[in-house]
């Protein structure tokens, strides 16, 4: 019998284009109620993950970093479907997550990606993928990706299985 894989994928990535490319391959996997947490210092690379997860899914306009607002809503054009773009920089703490709707968000049918997800730690649910990017030099970054939950899970093995088979 051979070991199960192991519950955490450490991607090397040398630029932001292989960030967008490995956010390309996730985000084509993801279907509805998927939530994607996303951490990591100001400048890690969130952003480009995300837009790159986005443009995977099928996201257009592409995702962008939000400025003003927290939450961006991007529509699907085929089939109607949504993901919510969030980044919590900028926010206070959880009763101002709260207000933004988050809870409504976690709770649909959404696809969720969310920046600064530390922020508000322990409120999210539990079942997630998570993306820690790590800044080790100018272009230099690694992609922590972890799981929480079945689901969370299946993900992680599926984007194994694709973002690593280039390279
Ligand atoms: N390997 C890399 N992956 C992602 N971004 C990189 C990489 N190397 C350099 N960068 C640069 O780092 C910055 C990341 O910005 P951004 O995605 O907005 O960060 P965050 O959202 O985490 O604050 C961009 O200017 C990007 O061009
Ligand atoms: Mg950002």
């Known amino acids: ?20 490319q490995v956010g390309l ?24 993950l995300s837009r790159g997860i986005g443009a995977g899914w099928g996201a257009d306009p592409p995702l962008s970093s939000p400025t003003y607002n927290l939450v961006h809503e991007h529509q699907r054009e085929n089939d109607g479907a949504r993901l ?14 709260a207000s933004l709707g988050l809870d409504d968000i976690l709770e649909g049918d959404d696809i969720a990606i969310i920046e600064w997800s530390q922020r508000i730690g322990d409120c ?12 080790a030099d100018e272009q230099a970054r ?8 079945q689901r969370a899970r299946s993900l992680l093995d599926a984007l194994r299985d694709t973002a690593l088979s280039r390279s």
């Open 142 to 149: 690694e992609l922590i990706i972890s799981a929480r939950g």
């Open 1 to 20: 019998m051979s070991a199960p894989p192991p519950d955490e994928l450490r991607i090397q990535s040398d630029s932001p284009q292989r960030t967008e």
């Open 84 to 97: 919510q773009h969030i980044d919590l920089y900028r926010i206070s703490g959880p009763a101002e997550a």
């Open 124 to 135: 999210l649910p539990k079942e997630q993928l998570r993306i820690d990017i790590e800044l």
């Open 25 to 48: 391959a996730l985000g084509r996997l993801l279907r509805a109620g998927d939530l994607v947490c996303l951490s990591g210092q100001l400048g890690a690379g969130k952003t480009v």
